[in-house]
């Protein structure tokens, strides 16, 4: 019988820490992996919001996460976090890299200060934690990683520009990373969500034709947080969040690129003043 890769055992028992826990998908990846037997270390910034979600999770006679709140923008957090959920779980058997943030706008009419901490929340953060996590794995030739990336990584967008830069960014880090360790037993999925009812769009500040946009072919949190854990059950390079989202990122892949830019352009502008 060929042996089962280290992936596709079932994911009781196992330890994980989640990024971005405090709503949204990771909220609800978190609950499907206590539901599961995983031991969850939870992180965000709104203490109070995790330590919510740890006690919901503890009443339905799950184990109880262990909340650890950070922000994941601010220099060296992602070592802090790290060294935390490893000292609280020991070895991290799943590493789920969901902490991202958006911003509308025309790049001349954005402050730096906001860019760079998108940048290094969305990107830097992913990066760090990722090397962190990756020797031990290696090292006992399991483990999985899945960066939540998204269908913008497919297509550059007009007004959200530095968003969809990270989210290609993390598309192209977490293939080359999977090329790199899946001969040891690690598995790096990139994982592909589309819209989804959560708070993004209004932290993000979307308006207009944009807003409504951010509503066509929606996904519920729990829906979508289901496709992930399906992922890490099954393994993968790329996995998308239901059929409509791999159909628009093969779409965004191979429709002239001009076209999309334009179309991108006239659908995210903001609203006149």
Not at 161 to 173: G, H, Q
Not at 260 to 271: E, N, S, W
Request: hydrophobic fraction near 50%; charge should be positive.
């Amino acid at each position: 019988m060929m042996a089962t890769e280290p992936w596709r055992r079932s994911l009781a028992a196992r330890t994980a820490l989640v990024t971005g826990a405090s709503s949204g998908i990771g909220r609800e990846i978190a609950r499907g992996l206590a539901r599961r037997g995983v031991r969850v270390v939870v992180t965000a910034r709104r203490a109070d919001r995790l330590q919510a979600l740890a006690a919901e999770i503890a009443g339905g006679g799950h184990p109880e996460p262990i909340v650890i709140p950070e922000d994941l923008a601010l220099p060296g957090s992602a070592e802090t976090l790290y060294r935390a959920a490893r000292a609280a779980l020991g070895p991290i058997d799943l590493l789920i890299n969901n902490a991202a943030a958006g911003r509308f706008g025309a790049v001349h009419q954005t402050d730096r200060e906001s860019l760079a901490g998108l940048v290094a929340l969305n990107v830097g953060s992913l990066v760090a934690l990722t090397q962190l996590a990756l020797p031990e794995m290696v090292a006992r030739r399991s483990g999985s990683i899945l960066q939540v990336a998204s269908t913008a990584a497919f297509v550059p967008m007009p007004y959200m520009a530095t968003y969809a830069a990270t989210k290609a960014f993390v598309l192209s880090f977490s293939e080359a990373v999977h090329a790199e360790v899946s001969a040891h037993g690690v598995q790096v999925i990139c994982f592909c969500p589309g819209s989804i009812a959560t708070e993004f769009t209004q932290a993000a500040g979307y308006e207009g034709r944009a807003a409504k946009q951010a509503r066509f072919g929606v996904m519920s949190p729990e829906a979508v947080a289901a496709d992930a854990i399906a992922a890490l059950e099954t393994g993968g390079r790329v996995r998308f969040a239901g059929l409509w989202n791999r159909l628009l990122a093969g779409l965004g892949r191979h429709a002239p690129r001009g076209l999309v830019l334009a179309g991108g352009a006239r659908l995210m502008r903001p609203r006149a003043r």
